[in-house]
């Protein structure tokens, strides 16, 4: 069955236009119900609009003139407004693509003035899938471009074939491997994204700069092995890029003409080091730090490990870990050595929720940072304050997944994947900072 293109749908991922008028989306299709996955455009300036008119009662009908209604939701059934999320949703620029959609990684291939480009793992099908959407002077979407007919994306804006041959462990690779988990493009001018594999060991690497689009150009398959025969599993979760100042720079670096990066094992406590051969588009792994700060015990078989990112990505100086199992937020130091060395050594722990695996961090202008890390298993998201590292537990939908923060609104968006729908969290320190105050998506 065709997607519907004007629905939320067991969604995953997210990103915000520049403009900040528009809410880009991943429907992941995990129950494979439908022939792919989607991407969904939600005009923000008409959900704003919609929410600051006067609600209906609770279980009213909603129409075009009146989308919202109010609502309770959390434990302490709390009052908001939710909002039909048809009424937002552009279908004329909903595109199709692979089954098992994940996070969004962005990119600007031109520069903030052209368009964005999206890049989109897919778990079931085992694609990467890029995406191009072009804004017009009002800030309107012009074109959400795959080469699509009539909405499923072309297969060259499709990639599941390396542009060479790997060898991996006595075989030759030429497909992306399986389990890909989620993106994250490079933040320096090496033109890179990145792809841990959840299992398998492997990481994969993207260049952006190929001469018709993004390519897959290598592929390093036991990344992630650690040797420890009583690990059952070996996979990786997410990386960060460290930004690079030639007078500290790292040895991996060599003085910034190599960009510094940190993944994070899925099954082991612990970080790796890694660069990127520039010359041959060839990743090249360095050494391993073990994160021994909480105790983890014999959970061998469980995920240990979630997201990573700098505190201050403009520093590099504080990395944050989420850890999986037992569920905590590190905050480590990250700096060199005389010898020029990427030394990490925790300085503090901050207790999360269960199951937490993704994180975002709210870096406001003036005033404290916030760590954001959803937790699936307890449908909550963990505010943890990083000056103090005092922590809010905020109550969402069901299976909260990505976050996005919309610095214009001063609100952060959840993306709950079982319940179809995205939290708003009020981020301005007003009485209700920190509280739910809206929902896309109608609950019964």
């Not at 993207?206 to 650690?226: I, K, R, Y």
């Not at 406590?269 to 060839?282: H, Y």
């Not at 969290?425 to 739910?436: A, D, G, I, S, Y």
């Amino acid at each position: 069955m065709p997607p519907d293109p004007a629905a939320l749908r067991l969604p995953t991922g997210a990103a915000l236009a520049p403009n900040g008028q528009w809410l880009l989306v991943v429907n992941s299709n995990l129950d494979e119900a439908n022939t792919g996955s989607t991407l969904i455009s939600i005009d923000l300036e008409k959900l704003w609009s919609a929410l600051g008119d006067e609600p209906l009662t609770a279980g009213g009908t909603v129409t075009d003139e009146r989308p919202c209604r109010l609502a309770r939701a959390g434990d302490a059934e709390r009052e908001l407004v939710e909002c039909d999320e048809r009424r937002f949703i552009a279908p004329e620029h909903t595109v199709e693509f692979p089954s098992g959609g994940g996070n969004i990684g962005v990119d600007f291939p031109t520069g903030e003035e052209g368009p964005m480009r999206l890049l989109i793992p897919s778990s079931i099908d085992r694609a990467v899938t890029w995406i191009d959407v072009l804004f017009g002077e009002d800030d309107g979407i012009d074109a959400v471009e795959c080469g699509q007919k009539p909405r499923r994306c072309a297969d060259d804006h499709v990639l599941t074939r390396l542009n060479r041959t790997v060898d991996c462990e006595d075989n030759t690779l030429s497909t992306m491997p399986d389990d890909p988990g989620r993106i994250t493009v490079g933040t320096s001018e090496h033109r890179y994204a990145y792809l841990p594999h959840l299992l398998g060991a492997g990481l994969t690497l993207v260049s952006l700069s190929g001469a018709s689009g993004p390519e897959l150009t290598d592929v390093s398959c036991g990344f992630f092995d650690d040797n420890d025969d009583k690990q059952p599993y070996d996979g990786g979760f997410s990386v960060v890029e460290r930004a690079c100042d030639p007078a500290t720079a790292p040895d991996v670096a060599r003085e910034c003409t190599r960009p510094t990066l940190l993944t994070s094992f899925r099954f082991q406590p612990a970080v790796r080091l890694f660069t990127v051969r520039t010359g041959g588009d060839e990743i090249s792994p360095s050494r391993s730090y073990v994160l021994s700060d909480v105790n983890y015990g014999a959970v061998s078989d469980r995920p240990q490990m979630g997201d990573l990112q700098f505190e201050d990505p403009a520093v590099g100086d504080r990395l944050l870990v989420v850890r999986t199992t037992p569920p905590a937020l590190t905050v480590a130091s990250a700096g060199t050595d005389e010898a020029g060395v990427l030394q990490l050594a925790p300085l503090a722990t901050a207790e999360l929720c269960r199951n937490p695996n993704i994180l975002t961090v709210y870096r406001p202008p003036a005033g404290e940072k916030i760590a954001f890390v959803s937790c699936y298993s307890d449908d909550e998201v963990a505010a943890v304050m990083l000056g103090s590292l005092a922590t809010i537990t905020i109550d969402v939908d069901d299976g909260p997944n990505d976050m996005v923060v919309d610095y214009l609104r001063d609100k952060l968006y959840v993306i709950n994947t079982q319940s179809s729908t995205i939290t708003i969290v009020e981020l301005k320190r007003t009485p209700k900072f920190l509280q739910v105050v809206g929902r896309v998506g109608l609950t019964e």
